[in-house]
């Protein structure tokens, strides 16, 4: 039996990662598949150590909470998560579960079809977006990922979406190069499996837009733009 890593990363989220966690085990039960949930909590300032240890009993073999001493960004914490995750394969979920987590078993599915990267996608044809991002969110979004297409990776259509999931191999590999702390990350991510070589599907998928998000829709996607620019740079000699 294959085990599956979970890692959630999370920041001052109290009122949602309760129900998210509670949403999560109910799933790996259903599906009886061995696994660990990993929270990497961002340096949070409201209860959100409290809740998730309340919702799992504690820290044991398949639950494990990982504290960052101050805010270091969702890159970053992603990336501590997956380098400490033991599973056969490795999936990263918005603590929001934007994308439910059932869909998780479309990314394993490709996995188990011979790819080594599986990335959830809003942009192609039978995605499903169920709740969308207002007019300007969205735009930019769009704009951002025409960007990053021409400057970093090649045919992906949504870069962003907070859902993905690797073979332990390429997300070893892969997270143990990767270097941007921010929401840039996940291109950093798309940009180097493909440069090393990894197979990488993009698959369509359900999703529902947070009126929760933590993006400032001003500074975030200036400081983004100029991240493309630092990936190329950042990775010139790497592979």
Known sequence: MIKLSIVIPCYNEEQRIGKSLETIHSFVR?????????????????RTCEVVLNCCGGENETHRLLRNEKNRGK????????????????????????????????????????FDVAIGSRALPNSKVEIRQNFFRELMGKIFNKIARLLTFKGIKDSQCGFKCFKREAAK???????????????????????????????????????????????????MFFD????????????
């Open 30 to 46: 259903n599906i009886n598949i061995e696994h660990e949930i990993i929270v990497v909590d961002d340096g949070s300032s409201d």
């Open 75 to 114: 890159g970053y914490s992603v990336r501590r998560g997956v380098l400490e995750a033991t599973g056969d394969y490795i999936l990263f979920s918005d603590a929001d579960l934007s994308t439910p987590i059932e869909e998780a078993l479309r990314l394993i599915a490709k996995l188990e079809d011979g």
């Open 173 to 223: 590999k892969i997270f143990s190069l990767q270097k941007l702390d921010g929401f840039s990350f996940d291109v950093e991510v798309i940009y180097l499996a493909q440069k090393i070589g990894f197979k990488v599907a993009e698959i369509p998928v359900i999703w529902r837009n947070s009126t929760a998000s933590k993006v400032n829709v001003v500074a975030d996607p200036i400081k």
């Open 228 to 239: 493309l620019i630092k990936i190329r740079v950042m990775h010139i000699n790497d592979v």
